[in-house]
């Protein structure tokens, strides 16, 4: 069944992540969504061919190695990872309970590892892959309110870093795509009743530049991006 090249999205949720399946299983990617609960994606798998959850949680290495092995298996080696999935909560050092930041530091940071291990092997052996991974400001800026967050972005990012320098010249394109926006969900809005749909940014819009950095030029690789609302402060 390795025909169609494959896809793995984590993270997969009513934004983003949804936005990032419909973009490749539009350009013909079988798309497998590694989520907890299947039921997050039951309307996508009904919607878009090709399309398939796989129960994993991405803080768990044994998890992890399972499902990639049983996509390999039935699929096929992925050619593309997306790495959406993300830990977050909000409070002061004082105030959050220490485990809040190690169990946001396994999704954010040691999900990454994990995935990256298991699919980096297969794209080094035939020279080409993508690797993507989403991030926000946190990853470059600590404030007060997101001491149990901020550290794990910050951290996912120079994981990245490392990913992509040592994989960059063995074919492998590795990028952080750092969102400075509000992501325009169903949630926000409700929360933001008074803001104009210029302060949003669309997911489907998040998913196109994803799109754009796996096929950008091997000549003309990016490696951190940068997107936000044209009215953004920053």
């Not at 909000?90 to 291990?117: K, S």
Request: glycine residues 8%.
């Amino acid at each position: 069944m390795a025909e169609k090249p494959i896809a793995i999205v984590t993270g997969v949720g009513p934004g983003t992540g949804s936005a990032i399946v419909r973009r490749f299983a539009g350009e013909g990617f079988r798309v497998i969504a590694l989520a907890r609960s299947p039921e997050r994606i039951r309307a996508l798998e009904q919607e878009l061919p090709d399309t398939h959850a796989v129960i994993c949680d991405v803080s768990s290495q044994s998890q992890v190695a399972d499902a990639v092995g049983d996509i390999r298996k039935r699929y096929g080696a992925p050619s593309v990872l997306i790495h959406n999935a993300v830990g977050g909560g909000w409070g002061r050092f004082l105030e959050i309970e220490p485990q809040m930041l190690d169990r946001n530091f396994q999704v954010n940071v040691m999900g990454l590892l994990y995935l990256a291990r298991e699919v980096a092997p297969d794209m080094i052996k035939v020279g080409r892959g993508t690797i993507l991974v989403t991030g926000n400001t946190s990853a470059i800026r600590g404030k007060a309110n997101f001491a149990g967050f901020a550290p794990t972005k910050a951290a996912q990012r120079v994981l990245s870093e490392s990913i992509a320098r040592d994989l960059g010249p063995r074919g492998i394109h590795v990028a952080y795509v750092l969102i400075d926006a509000v992501i325009d969900v169903p949630r926000m809005r409700e929360r933001m009743r008074d803001a104009p749909d210029e302060f949003f940014i669309k997911p489907s819009a998040i998913a196109d530049e994803l799109w754009h950095l796996h096929t950008q030029d091997r000549s003309a690789w990016s490696f951190l991006t940068e997107l936000r609302p044209f009215g953004e402060n920053w």
